[in-house]
């Protein structure tokens, strides 16, 4: 009937327009249980629930079978990790495959069959749950016991394919890799020939005395090769020139060239690559993102217009705005456009809605929220007016600022001063006292604040809130420091009571106050930029750090499958075994992703290595492979590791820095005039400026060519 | 007299024209004697001569008293260095002073002595030059012993001075400091609050074995700052957080937070600034050398319309050309321009130009020369325009790679081969066989290519000249080693004759063949790309690369100064020093500006330090300050050198190389159908595309503003 039609285009545009809004697809099933299904599986819980399977399973990790979540990493006085029984980690990954396999059937479903085979994500999730199952039946047959699970390292994928925008960025970077890999070519080549010349040059010569260079570094092609890939990361820069630069300052233009050809010229011309490719790669993903958003609300203008109630007209289709209310209510969108949007249909004078003018009316979508702080209290006294003033001024948050410095300054000198003394001779009394008396002043200063500015309007600022928190914890800290060991006098050394020591408390508080010193940032106007650039790049920056999870995490995993008693005590190094080598790489994953670490006594103390920037990583290379303490695959893996986190990684943070900053500083430069500090949180935003908008032809074409979704006209 | 007056104007004309070709100011007297010597000035005699003082006096520092230029940089084996007797190196200094005097004069003649107060860089000269005399008066009454020489330190300075690309360099540079300051202060702001974090959270317990990260790293404020600098640079980066993390793995956050902040995001945005701001002021440079070229040209018409000969015209001032002619015979310029301006004035039709029309014709002097290759030989007979098709081919020169390709591959493989032999037991039968047949190879393809090209047009590509000289080269060499040692049988190990044992003689072949297969280049289309783009930051570079020696001279003087004896031996450590540390320090200049060295036996067999890229500046910060070898005026030395070496200079480099690399790539997207490389050798035609042409109301306005030019309208 006309009704059920009626609502099922309703319907229709509701779940259009929440495209738009989350800039989905629109290319899904249309009809009615569908739509039903489509906004279940797209609501908060379900999304919500999915997000939790996929941090439960990578999270299994750190509690499975080779896990070194110790609180100390020093396996002398590590205690063993806890080992959880067969089955239950299993179970647990279970349940997770399960959620997965109900996620990959609605996506399908939805998506309809035609669009399935098109989708290679969604072919190679339900390839990876295959695979994945099967992994896990093999594992518990072997209750256990089995070495290779080939799953943990499937397991990344699943993060991957729930984020759209990570697939974005992977695209963009699957689009860079072409001309990274000719960089990483033209490195090779570069590598290869002073690799010869340098076997070349530095070859046996009869008398044993004068060919030091080549026993330590061009003994053979694979350690000449490794010397020489050494050097690129500059790790073993002066140490590999020496010998041939003792016997002759000459050999060193050799070392002079291949460090400026490779590490100046191609290792920066990888920078300026990616930073190239990337920056067009990012604005297309973005403006691809615009044209899904402008395409749903246009889908939902066609269905809405091809309402029964809607007059007919020859020339141009309409939507009426009762219609359009109707969707808007049950629309689940931020409140705030919600309103904007309504507000602007009820003013409108006209009862009846263009293309056009239905398109206007999202863009409020695509805008700020610009916030407005509370008005302050408006006092009756002349007193309180002139308080108001006084202290709602901003010298008075600039005194604030000298006092901070003030109470910096004097930490400073205490701890100069205490430098070299016993603890034991320590007097905690100079710098008890002076902190009670610092942190009477910030309480002060905060209620005199909320006192001038109101409580509403105090705590709309960031930078009040930060400042409160950490004057009301540093008041708790210093009133339970009196509480414990009294107030303070001359040759206040208390005996330790309760769980903190004196000493640990005026720690913990000057810590803070050091903390507290960064309120400081806003009111210098370079350091605000900075901070707020760096602030959207962490928000841009998501989708990378994601992809850098899946790299870490697999990296890890391998690393534990591959090295599994690997490591092999050389002489008389204290045997550290099997055990570390497979902590050791995992430490990649516990440790907030951090590094890799080594630990083994030599002629040092100790030595260790972790791998995550570009230096921990260098370290890894010299030692590891100079000292030749893994197999051949180790030079591999490292290679691998130090190409993809070091080298490329590294370089698109940079680029992505680049584009960044220099388009904040554009329009710091363009709108001065603008007092507040503008954030910018999303890539959307950022390129606002230069995207360009799809054209009617466009969108209507893209229409007509909906596999769900037929159109009256 | 009207003919005098006539004389005059040419020769103004023809001085205006030079100073535009040069890029010169016209700001300079104009009547006929100061116009003779500002020709003769400028004459390439006077200019070559100039050169020629400034390479001497700087040059003499490798020869006078602290100088360290032996063939080995091992103390152990150094003969002494030959130290001139006192009075030759002044003299030679003397004579150098002296020109520039007469230099000095005649530049602040030359511009006139009320522009002579304006300019700052002619006063500091002048200063330079009295202190520089003085100085040296003050060492010829001391007879060479004195120690501190500043005029040794104020040498670069007369580099400085004589480039004008040189001088717009460190204006641009020096307008990047202010926002390059806000960076460093915030870099410092970040030290700062972490050394008191980490002093606070390192700090000594009451059990003394569990301060090992105080003990080592964290002692007191002097050594906490220094550690925190370090991991700045990532020198010490996983050494210094091991402590703590193998007490507890969540210390590990301190770290791993202080280095994201510093290294990956405050560094970083050193790059972006530095490359933000630089990008601007590169093409505000580049605008004014062009304004600098029209207004010369201007000058040149607006002289030569005030010529008695043309017609006075009440509304537009013209030039005849027959004026113009006579000018550009006496015009020292590039001869293809002259021909091209000579060849369109004569096809010209009117026998008057005007402003627009003069300007126009001096547009030549922006354009590329477009290389034009002679043509192919035309054989008559068909065999032979058959071979010439065949040897003409670029598959021909494609089979000359694979040959190149196999040839490295053969020496390779022998490489391999030999690696673990002693030299006795090696065979060079094969290696000289083998190569022995490719120089023929090569040496058939010049002669093919030859008889195929023509000589002439052989020699005209870069890639063909490379070629053959390389053949012919291998080919004497061959044959000189069949002269020596006869030709290769198996078994073929003859003693020792002449200049070069065998083997050192198939070594220096087979690093020729590898040296030649960079024939390859050009024929790889992205390679062709970056070598261009490489080549054109060569050429763009000279600049900078003047300032970095003027930065590494100065760096190089001043240490030795400061550090003369500053190096204590320690301990067991063999005594090096005095000499060493002058040694040390100077091997800066000597070694191409490469590093520092310092060398001594401890432990390891023997540690040597060098500074110039970051990884060495690195090293030196790490060993030099953990060690503490040298006193802390030592450490402030290193950190500025750290500062404008590594992290200024490396960044300015890199900005250079992105906006060389983006521009060009962007060129190579827009300009896909050219298929010959175009060479854009300078930064002024790298901007070419958007560089804004002057007003005509501007360059009359800077014309009427000249101080020695009086304009008859």
């Not at 108001?388 to 901070?404: R, T, W």
């Amino acid at each position: 009937g006309t009704g059920a039609d009626n609502d099922l285009y309703i319907n229709q545009a509701i779940v259009f327009i929440e495209d738009a809004i989350q800039y989905r697809s629109i290319n899904h099933r249309v009809d009615s249980k569908s739509l039903w299904l489509y906004r279940w599986y797209y609501s908060r819980t379900c999304q919500w629930i999915l997000s939790l399977t996929i941090t439960i399973i990578l999270a299994l990790a750190f509690i499975e079978k080779p896990s070194s979540l110790t609180v100390t990493s020093d396996v002398r006085y590590r205690l063993p990790a806890w080992n959880p029984p067969c089955g239950l980690t299993e179970s647990i990954e279970l349940l997770c495959f399960l959620v997965f396999v109900v996620d990959v059937s609605v996506k399908s479903y939805l998506i309809g069959w035609e669009e399935f085979w098109k989708n290679k994500w969604l072919m190679a999730y339900i390839l990876t749950l295959i695979v994945s199952l099967t992994d896990w039946i093999v594992s518990l047959s072997f209750f256990c016991t089995e070495n290779v699970r080939i799953r943990r390292i499937l397991r990344p994928f699943f993060l991957l394919q729930n984020s759209s925008m990570m697939k974005k960025t992977l695209k963009s970077i699957n689009s860079t890799l072409p001309e990274m890999a000719s960089v990483v070519l033209l490195l090779a080549v570069h590598l290869s020939l002073f690799t010869m010349f340098a076997m070349l040059l530095f070859a046996r010569t009869k008398d044993g005395q004068q060919d030091k260079e080549w026993v330590v570094y061009f003994r053979n092609l694979p350690e000449s090769l490794t010397s020489l890939l050494v050097l690129l990361t500059t790790a073993n820069n002066p140490d590999v020139m020496i010998p041939a630069y003792s016997k002759n300052r000459a050999y060193s233009i050799f070392f002079i060239l291949f460090t400026v050809l490779g590490n100046l010229f191609l290792m920066n011309l990888l920078t300026a690559i990616i930073y190239n490719q990337f920056r067009g790669y990012l604005l297309k993903s973005v403006q691809s993102s615009l044209f899904r958003r402008r395409l749903g609300i246009r889908a939902a203008f066609e269905v809405l217009s091809s309402l029964k109630e809607t007059p007919a007209n020859a020339q141009q289709s309409y939507v009426s705005i009762g219609a359009l209310l109707r969707v808007l209510q049950k629309v689940d969108m931020d409140f705030r456009c919600k309103q904007a949007i309504m507000r602007s249909l009820t003013t409108c004078s006209c009862d009846q809605l263009s293309a056009v003018q239905f398109q206007k009316l999202f863009e409020e979508l695509d805008k700020d929220a610009i916030r407005q702080h509370p008005p302050s209290p408006e006092y009756q006294s002349h007193f309180m007016q002139k308080m108001q003033f006084a202290f709602g001024h901003p010298y008075f948050g600039y005194v604030g600022n000298v006092v901070a410095l003030a109470n910096i300054v004097s930490i400073c000198v205490v701890l100069v001063m205490d430098a070299d003394k016993q603890p034991s001779e320590r007097d905690d009394y100079f710098l008890g006292a002076i902190n009670c008396f610092f942190i009477l002043y910030y309480l002060l200063e905060m209620l005199l604040k909320i006192l001038a500015m109101g409580l509403k309007r105090y705590l709309s600022y960031p930078s009040n809130r930060f400042d409160g928190l950490l004057t009301v914890i540093l008041l708790v800290l210093e009133i339970a420091t009196f509480a414990v060991y009294k107030f303070p006098h001359p040759g206040w050394r208390p005996e330790f009571v309760g769980l903190l020591s004196l000493w640990d408390m005026v720690r913990l508080v000057n810590m803070l106050i050091v903390f507290r010193f960064l309120r400081i940032i806003p009111n210098m106007k370079f350091m605000a930029l900075v901070v707020t650039t760096l602030l959207d790049l962490v928000k841009n920056l998501r989708a990378f750090a994601g992809i850098l999870v899946v790299v870490f995490y697999t990296f890890a995993l391998t690393g534990i499958m591959l090295f599994k008693g690997a490591v092999v005590p050389l002489g008389n190094i204290r045997y550290v075994g099997n055990r570390l080598s497979a902590s050791w790489l995992f430490f990649n994953l516990c440790n907030l992703m951090v590094g890799v670490i080594l630990y083994f006594k030599e002629k040092r103390d100790f030595m260790a290595l972790s791998g995550h920037f570009q230096a921990e990583v260098t370290y890894c290379l010299l030692y590891l492979l100079s000292v030749n303490l893994i197999c051949r695959w180790a030079k591999i893996y490292f290679v691998a590791w130090w190409l993809i986190s070091s080298v490329i990684w590294v370089n698109l943070f940079v680029a992505l820095l680049l584009e960044n900053f220099i388009h904040k500083w554009d329009r710091r430069c363009h709108r001065e005039p603008l007092s507040d500090i503008e954030y910018q949180r999303t890539v959307e935003l950022m390129f606002r400026d230069v995207l360009e908008e799809p054209t009617e032809e466009e969108l209507m074409e893209k229409l007509h060519q909906h596999p769900h979704l037929q159109l009256c006209r």
